[in-house]
């Protein structure tokens, strides 16, 4: 074709489409992705123009996330009775750190809501475990786990499901020698055709598309196809580290053909048809006269726009590719370690060898004699609940770096069992330390304790405001901070942490934590905030200076007292300093003793808007900052809804014997 006759071609193109009403045609193109247009939901993400589906870690978890083009389609015109065809191309990747651990897979979707999202594990984030029938979609799968519940042939498939993940029809790729699994870009296209009632899926590792499709399915999707509908991707993971990435895509509708008889509207009970699955291309004599129009038209624009728009991001696509090798070589982190290694290396988990319990599990002492190496084996209880805290933890740890957390060597998922291990720590933990080895004369001195402070505001400044997604502890203790050799704080524990993405109001949950270390705000809506992990934080350094207990029973006395309370008593009466530990036997410096219990009562504050941040913290300990001016009068807290909480509510752990001046909660 000469240029000349291209470019008329495309002016006929353009005049048909848009004198012919054509308001009910849709199309769109995202070469790459940003934040505009689709909705997120789940574990969906965005990086560097790609939308991740499932969680980006180089661990395994389990989640599910789905992408949706945020405007509805219209797929069906009430007033002509008729449906659209549609078509779809998209470039897409799974990659996978650890192959033996593959699945689950992604789906391409129509649904009618924009809400859809589905469970983790097999369900491919479409259809929820619990309400199997909740969802409605029509979708495509790409499936790299086999799952006999679903009758899937093998763990690489494609298939055609609606409403249900029992495909209608299946293929495997692999008949054209593609590899879902391959981690290289795959580009898909996936073809509806009202007026044939076909739908096909070409799969290739080029941009081109293949002559044959990998799957075709006849089938009438008119009586599924609603007025409006949602488009978009889903995926879900359960105990993997594949990740489901999709580079580009671009979607259109076309044709409201004709479908559904006009004229005689006593016909009207056959147009429902019931699908069945059956061979493809059937004659359909009129009906492909009428398509042949758009059958020409639209392939033909299609690929020319291919052809452009392929030359134009050659050059963009080979950097993407050298980029992600790059990536690929790079990331080493937390390994993989067998259930047999880590059953010797305990003693089979024996009793002797217990040196801890955390949130989620018995934490056992190991030593490697190959590698001569000690380290810290967390081993969770069988429960699912322990499984979904100990992915939790996993993909947490996993993520982040900072030399003030514990290290995580590596996991075992195996035999049922869910084990971590960690660098092992010698000093054990800031409870121990402070508490039980200062009673045999071990005393943790001044320069440590200040610099255990200034560890864990660093850990938290990082948590909090550097890494990428922010990560709430919950659970800041004494009894959570390691020690290492050199007294080092190492933040451990991270069983109830949970990972935000920056600029989303925080998640109500369960209140979950440690009396005593509980900002008051959180016990009345169980909502944590990194304002919350302040006030724990808070309550840990008063504990390092004055070296008592959170909340301590008065000796020769019934009385309980709050240490917070306490050390602001002696702040309102200008004696603060007497609240400094007296073991250390004067052998501080009184101004940054001074310094440290200010930061401790601010950010113990029951006003969660007048705590510092923890960047703010560290500045302070760093002489980068001035101590701040805490009020003489512990602050009484108002809260503005009108849920009645009582003390005894609140304390309900400490034999009900505190007494109203220890916390004091204004209730409106
Ligand atoms: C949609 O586009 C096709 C050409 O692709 C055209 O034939 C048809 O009339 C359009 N439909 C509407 C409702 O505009
Ligand atoms: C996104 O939405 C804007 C405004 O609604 C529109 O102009 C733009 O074309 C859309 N982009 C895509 C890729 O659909
Ligand atoms: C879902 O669609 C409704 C309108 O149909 C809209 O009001 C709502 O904001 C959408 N939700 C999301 C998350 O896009
Ligand atoms: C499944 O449905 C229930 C009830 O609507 C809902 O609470 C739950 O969050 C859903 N699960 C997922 C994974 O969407
Ligand atoms: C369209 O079809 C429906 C049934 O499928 C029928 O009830 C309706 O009358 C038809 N509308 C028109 C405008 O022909
Ligand atoms: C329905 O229409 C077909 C032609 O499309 C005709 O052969 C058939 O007799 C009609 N059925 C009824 C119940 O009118
Ligand atoms: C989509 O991305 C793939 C891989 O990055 C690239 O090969 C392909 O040309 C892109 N397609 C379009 C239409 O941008």
Not at 67 to 80: E, H
Request: proline residues 5%; neutral net charge; aromatic residues 10%.
């Amino acid at each position: 074709m000469n240029p000349r006759k291209l470019l008329a071609f495309f002016f006929f193109f353009f005049f048909r489409r848009f004198s012919s009403a054509s308001a009910e045609n849709l199309s769109f193109d995202f070469p790459s992705f940003n934040f505009r247009n689709l909705t997120f939901l789940g574990s969906s993400h965005i990086r560097n123009g790609v939308v991740g589906l499932t969680r980006d870690l180089p661990v395994p978890t389990s989640s599910a996330g789905s992408v949706l083009y945020n405007s509805p389609v219209r797929f069906f015109d009430p007033d002509s009775n008729t449906t659209a065809s549609f078509s779809t191309r998209f470039t897409f990747s799974f990659s996978n750190l650890n192959p033996s651990s593959s699945g689950d897979g992604m789906s391409f979707f129509l649904s009618p809501n924009n809400q859809t999202l589905g469970s983790s594990g097999a369900y491919l984030g479409l259809l929820n475990s619990s309400l199997p029938t909740l969802n409605h979609f029509i979708a495509v799968e790409f499936d790299t786990r086999q799952d006999t519940h679903f009758s899937d042939p093998n763990d690489n498939h494609v298939g055609l499901d609606i409403d249900t993940l029992i495909s209608i029809k299946t293929a495997d790729p692999i008949d054209q020698d593609v590899d879902l699994k391959s981690g290289t870009a795959i580009t898909a296209w996936i073809d509806y055709k009202n007026d044939q009632e076909t739908l096909k899926v070409y799969l290739s590792y080029s941009g081109f598309k293949p002559e044959t499709p990998v799957l075709n399915v006849g089938i009438d999707l008119s009586g599924y196809l609603k007025e409006v509908m949602y488009v978009g991707f889903s995926a879900s993971t359960e105990g993997s580290t594949e990740l489901h990435e999709i580079e580009n895509w671009s979607f259109r509708t076309s044709g409201f053909v004709p479908k559904r008889p006009t004229l005689h509207p006593h016909n009207v009970s056959d147009t429902y048809v019931i699908v069945s699955p059956r061979l493809p291309a059937p004659e359909k004599g009129h009906k492909r006269r009428l398509g042949l129009g758009l059958g020409i038209a639209g392939p033909a624009f299609f690929c020319v726009a291919l052809v452009v728009f392929g030359y134009v991001s050659v050059r963009k696509w080979r950097e993407v590719r050298r980029v992600k090798s790059f990536k690929a070589e790079v990331v080493a982190g937390p390994r993989q370690f067998s259930y047999r290694e880590l059953r010797a290396a305990t003693g089979g988990f024996h009793g002797s060898r217990i040196i801890g319990h955390g949130a989620f599990g018995t934490v056992y002492k190991a030593f490697f004699v190959a590698s001569g190496t000690i380290a810290a084996v967390k081993r969770s209880r069988h429960s699912h609940e322990g499984k979904t805290e100990f992915l939790a933890e996993l993909s947490i740890i996993a993520c982040l770096r900072h030399k003030n957390l514990v290290h995580l060597q590596g996991w075992c998922v195996e035999k049922g069992e869910l084990l971590l291990v960690y660098d092992f720590m010698p000093n054990g933990s800031l409870e121990r330390v402070l508490y039980q080895e200062s009673e045999e004369g071990n005393l943790l001195d001044w320069p440590h304790r200040q610099n255990v402070a200034i560890g864990l505001a660093s850990v938290l400044t990082y948590m909090h405001q550097e890494c990428e997604q922010q990560v709430i502890h919950r659970d800041i203790k004494t009894g959570n901070v390691l020690l290492d050799g050199n007294f080092n704080a190492k933040l451990g524990d991270f069983g109830l942490a949970k990972l935000m993405d920056h600029d989303k109001s925080p998640v109500s949950t369960l209140t979950a934590g440690t009396m005593g270390y509980l900002a008051p705000e959180y016990l009345q809506y169980g909502k944590a905030t990194e304002k919350t992990d302040a006030f724990s934080y808070g309550v840990v350094i008063l504990e390092l200076a004055c070296g008592r207990r959170p909340i301590e029973r008065i000796p020769d006395c019934h009385k309980m007292v709050n240490l917070v309370d306490w050390v602001w008593g002696l702040h309102s009466e200008g004696r603060i300093i007497d609240a400094a530990d007296q073991r250390l036997a004067g052998e501080f410096d009184v101004e940054e003793m001074r310094k440290l219990l200010l930061v401790g009562l601010s950010c113990a504050n029951p006003d969660s808007s007048k705590r510092p941040t923890m960047r703010r913290v560290l500045q302070i300990l760093s002489n980068e900052a001035e101590p701040p001016a805490v009020p003489r009068v512990k602050p009484s807290l108002s809260f503005s809804c009108g849920v009645s909480l009582s003390v005894d509510d609140i304390v309900s752990d400490c034999d009900g014997s505190l007494t109203s001046s220890m916390c004091e909660i204004v209730v409106n």
